[in-house]
């Protein structure tokens, strides 16, 4: 059964009179992929963009599906990432010309996918309203390297050009003294600069810091024709939140309101003119306060599959809302960042980095685990003469640091997972350890014994196989005790857990395994020569 397909507003739609495979092929995007990563706070950009590349293998790998106008889905695929390698090395002419034809999202993941340099040269050969247009759409770290590049009257023009909440989104992640002279030189529209100075008062990483306060307030006693009217007031072109807040004003205090309840633009279209907000508003709102972390926030959003999150303040006013592509946009920013870290390097990062800004980047990290190591050596060397001895000790070295190694690094990727989501602070700290020892002593205790009975029939004597064990034994529980300690100490000190775990973990354990190791060897190399 062949099926029409058409490509509108970024959504694969399928429609058929019967069965449609076409339309199960879709289901199972949404229900397998797209479905999951919204609850991972991925982009709507992010999801279209995946829907759409699993939708062109289907078909390409097929060929079976009749299609309506889906050349544009698969020009759109492939456009971004042809322009992307024919600007790598263009000329300026070329250039622009290829950018006056492209549209603002192909540039945007064009810049995205080309070193920061060449990006920010493009970015400079945009007019201004192309220019916002792109800024808009790039991911955060490339749009605030961008801004810094531009002087603060052509920064300031640019966001004007912007809807209000997506020039307060780049505003407020300007250094604090350019926010400064934009509000103090009043550089930004009334509406930008309002939304800047109400998240100015949370610090970052707060849902206050990313709630904005473009939306639209109800009060309870209009009537829905009433309520109706006061929302064809808006600006069209204002780009505000769907969902309707009912807020109740402070005796005294105009600008201060209390939520009330929430209700949609249907509720009011459907309900009698003259029925009352108060009567039609779902009452049982979930908010959240502004001084909570952005982590809490994102994981209310995702559990109740909310389009925005009010923010209260500490007196339970309503302050602003959190519009759920704002928030998904961050912790995809989040996620990219810290996730691609390990062992000291940023795999992303490195991607735009020159090889002296790459080594320069990671040699910080391996030096410091170099100069840990070289404890390591030391104690080698300070029992030197059980090694000469006792040559078969040399072959369990490897053994014991290898397996003591793995889990350390597993309790490190645990403990970072807890760190960066919020769930593990200084209070949990012995409560981890704990755990994490109760763990690792299990698991030494069996590899122990293995690797000691190894040992024993190896050498052909049971204490060389009870030196094997035990300090095969003490290394895994010193890397376990590392793992789950580094991480919590390195996020307290400022340090990213990521990236500090992996080195240093593996370097404390091989000096304490390799140290009582050769200690137990020396007791007892009476009865192991």
């Known amino acids: 059964m062949a099926a029409s397909c058409r490509f509108r507003t970024g959504i694969l739609r399928c429609t058929a009179d019967n069965q449609c495979s076409t339309g199960k092929w879709l289901g199972r995007v949404v229900t397998e992929m797209v479905m999951p990563i919204i609850d991972k706070s991925i982009t709507k950009r992010s999801i279209k963009i995946i829907t759409q590349e699993y939708w062109n293998d289907k078909l390409l790998a097929t060929g079976s599906v009749t299609t309506y106008r889906s050349n544009s889905l698969m020009t759109k695929k492939l456009s971004w990432k042809q322009l992307a390698g024919h600007l790598k090395n263009a000329s300026e002419d070329t250039t622009r010309q290829a950018l006056a034809k492209a549209v603002s999202t192909d540039i945007a993941l064009t810049m995205e996918?080309?070193?920061?340099?060449?990006a920010i040269s493009l970015f400079s050969m945009l007019e201004e309203r192309p220019a916002a247009e792109v800024l808009s759409s790039l991911e955060a770290g490339l749009s605030n390297k961008i801004l810094s590049q531009l002087s603060i009257d052509k920064t300031a023009a640019i966001l004007n050009l912007l809807p209000a909440r997506d020039a307060a989104n780049l505003a407020i992640e300007a250094p604090p003294k350019r926010i400064k002279q934009y509000l103090k030189d009043d550089l930004l529209q009334a509406a930008v600069a309002q939304d800047v100075k109400a998240r100015l008062n949370y610090p970052k990483g707060s849902a206050g810091r990313l709630m904005t306060t473009q939306f639209i307030r109800l009060h309870i006693y209009l009537?829905?024709?009433d309520a109706l009217a006061e929302i064809r007031k808006t600006d069209s072109a204002a780009h505000v939140p769907e969902d309707l807040y009912a807020v109740k004003k402070e005796k005294g205090h105009a600008s201060h309101v209390h939520l009330q309840g929430v209700i949609s633009i249907r509720d009011l279209l459907m309900a009698d003119p003259k029925a009352k907000v108060e009567t039609l508003m779902a009452t049982k709102v979930i908010s959240i306060a502004a001084n909570a972390s952005e982590v809490d926030a994102a994981a209310l959003m995702a559990k109740h599959k909310f389009m925005t999150l009010p923010v209260t303040?500490?007196?339970?006013?309503?302050?602003?809302v959190i519009p759920a592509d704002d928030l998904m946009q961050l912790i995809v920013d989040r996620l990219r960042s810290r996730y691609s870290k390990a062992v000291g390097t940023d795999a992303e990062a490195m991607e735009h980095l020159s090889p002296f800004q790459a080594a320069r980047k990671r040699?910080?990290?391996l030096?410091?685990?170099?100069?840990?190591e070289l404890m390591a050596g030391t104690v080698i060397s300070h029992f030197d003469g059980v090694?000469?001895?006792v040559i078969l000790l040399a072959s369990f070295m490897p053994v014991i640091s290898a397996i003591s190694g793995n889990v350390g690094l597993q309790a490190a990727a645990i403990t970072v997972r807890a760190v960066d989501s919020g769930t593990a602070n200084r209070k949990d700290l012995w409560p981890s350890l704990r755990k994490e020892i109760a763990t690792a002593l299990l698991m030494a205790a069996v590899c122990g014994f293995v690797l000691g009975i190894i040992g024993a029939v190896w050498s052909k004597h049971l204490p060389f196989g009870m030196v094997i064990g035990g300090a095969l034994t003490c290394s895994m529980l010193t890397a376990g005790m590392m793992?789950?300690?580094i991480p919590m100490i390195s996020k307290r000190m400022?340090?990213?857990p990521a990236t500090t775990a992996g080195p240093f973990e593996t370097a404390f354990q091989d000096v304490v395994g390799f140290a009582v190791f050769l200690w137990l060897a020396t007791l007892l190399q009476q009865w192991i020569s």
């Open 387 to 389: 090694l000469k001895k």
């Open 313 to 320: 303040d500490k007196d339970g006013f309503l302050t602003g």
């Open 494 to 496: 400022g340090f990213d």
């Open 363 to 365: 040699v910080p990290w």
């Open 113 to 118: 996918a080309l070193p920061q340099g060449r």
């Open 223 to 225: 009537s829905a024709e």
């Open 367 to 372: 030096l410091g685990t170099m100069f840990i």
């Open 483 to 485: 793992g789950t300690i």
